[in-house]
């Protein structure tokens, strides 16, 4: 708590605080609500130096797309999304640098806004689809040489599964007592000739600016839950391909049990959602897809589903070095949910359609 106050006096000199509390939810970095006596409310967070080799990229990142957008603004757009913004400190910077060497940055909050463990309705599936395909819509012309690639590697499945072989080889002559862990390793067997599915068509395949982790609690959705107003969390912010957003929105999304069950074979992915996402998508940004892109659409889901599920257990295995736990066993049960996500997903190939 005290470097986070020393973030705050880097940033905001001489301001009043009335309260600093940890935000709980992410499985990555450290935040914090900040409310300052004036009422003013911002995000303070410290980047994870086991994610982000250069932090210094991410906040670089996300400064040169919020100035793009704020220039866009003076525009006509033809849809609406609301941003959060870096705190410059009095000298200009972006970053502040603890005694560690961590990286913090500030953001203003969104008021007026709350978060959704899981998508309720088809209507609430159509709101999430609009703001990605909005999302993707105003970055369209941003050129992708403009951003820094945060995380070299990002959705490249077929690396997920070469680390996962390596952590699994060192583990050969250790008995398992965990059924599950026997679960996850058939899983992963039964699918390994697909990983390189999307490499194989990269070429043509639509690339823009992409979010990089739009599941469903990065969405900020309106004080009723009705409409989605804000995309957060956007430290994965790179050039990619549209089909990673789409996938992991739509494994996240259409997920009606959450991703943190008691019981992951309970776990289905569910088509009315699926189809609520993809016209809401089709709204904003339909046109940005190719003929590939859409007769990939389904791989793309499973596979990510598969390939997060790959990443769980590997750092299961490893200790749980990546993803926060509060529990030693949590990451492989989270794997487990996106092994049986993407079972159910694979089964339902003929009746998923745009």
Not at 53 to 75: C, F, G, H, M, W
Not at 84 to 99: K, Q
Not at 146 to 174: I, K, M, N, S
Not at 234 to 249: E, I, K, S, Y
Request: charge should be negative; glycine fraction near 8%.
């Amino acid at each position: 708590m005290k470097a986070a106050r020393s973030a705050l006096d880097f940033f905001l000199p001489g301001r009043p605080v009335s309260a600093l509390a940890p935000v709980a939810g992410g499985n990555v970095n450290d935040s914090f609500q900040v409310r300052l006596a004036s009422g003013r409310r911002y995000i303070l967070q410290k980047l994870s130096p086991a994610v982000f080799a250069r932090p210094e990229q991410v906040i670089a990142n996300l400064s040169t797309v919020t100035d793009y957008l704020e220039q866009t603004e003076r525009k006509e757009r033809s849809c609406l999304i609301r941003f959060p913004r870096l705190i410059r400190s009095p000298a200009g910077e972006t970053a502040f640098i603890d005694p560690m060497g961590n990286y913090w940055r500030l953001l203003t909050w969104i008021e007026n806004t709350r978060i959704m463990a899981t998508i309720g309705s088809c209507e609430q599936g159509r709101a999430v689809g609009r703001l990605l395909g909005c999302f993707h819509q105003v970055l369209r012309d941003l050129p992708v040489d403009e951003l820094y690639d945060p995380l070299p590697g990002f959705h490249h499945t077929p690396t997920y599964l070469h680390r996962y072989d390596q952590v699994a080889g060192r583990r050969q002559d250790r008995a398992s007592p965990d059924g599950r862990e026997q679960q996850c390793a058939v899983f992963i067997d039964q699918f390994r000739d697909r990983v390189d599915i999307l490499e194989k068509h990269r070429r043509s395949l639509s690339a823009s600016i992409i979010h990089g982790d739009p599941k469903v609690g990065n969405f900020l959705f309106d004080a009723g839950g009705e409409q989605a107003v804000s995309l957060i969390d956007l430290d994965t912010l790179m050039p990619g391909l549209l089909l990673h957003d789409l996938g992991d929105c739509l494994r996240s999304c259409c997920n009606p049990a959450g991703e943190e069950v008691d019981s992951p074979q309970s776990v289905v992915f569910d088509r009315h959602l699926f189809a609520a996402v993809m016209a809401g998508y089709g709204e904003s940004a339909i046109d940005l897809l190719g003929e590939t892109d859409r007769a990939l659409l389904i791989d793309a889901v499973f596979l990510i589903s598969y390939e997060l599920g790959i990443r769980f257990f590997t750092d299961y295995l490893a200790g749980n070095v990546y993803f926060k736990v509060k529990r030693p066993d949590q990451n492989l049960q989270r794997a487990l949910v996106q092994f049986y996500l993407a079972a159910s997903i694979d089964n339902q190939r003929r009746v998923l359609d745009l």
